[in-house]
């Protein structure tokens, strides 16, 4: 009887030891790979947003004279308008991604 308790108080034991080194393993593998895999993916949108930025500017750029054309042709300037605040809006979503990124990149 005595050593069937031992034996079963030992089991309990090495399932615990188990238990808390695997949790401890998960923790060790996990939590870098989940804060990699989310500095990637803000860096991986960041360019895309700069993509979108570059294409737009672009268009801002080929359509620079429409600014004084709102006499003559106001739906050249309105889509002047609209690359602008395009422009504007996509430069700002990837400098802040890739701000976020550095910044959750350097917590612990």
Excluded: C
Aim: glycine content about 6%; charged content about 15%; overall charge positive.
């Amino acid at each position: 009887m005595r050593t069937a308790a031992q034996a079963q108080a030992r089991a309990r034991q090495a399932t615990a030891g188990v238990a808390a080194g695997s949790k401890q393993f998960g923790r060790s593998v996990w939590r870098p790979f989940v804060k990699l895999s989310g500095v990637l993916w803000l860096e991986i949108t960041g360019s895309f947003f700069a993509l979108i930025a570059f294409f737009t500017g672009q268009s801002l750029w080929v359509h620079r004279a429409d600014v004084h054309a709102t006499p003559l042709n106001p739906t050249a300037h309105q889509h002047f308008i609209v690359y602008l605040v395009v422009t504007i809006m996509f430069s700002w979503f990837a400098v802040t991604s890739f701000l976020k990124a550095r910044r959750r990149s350097r917590s612990s």
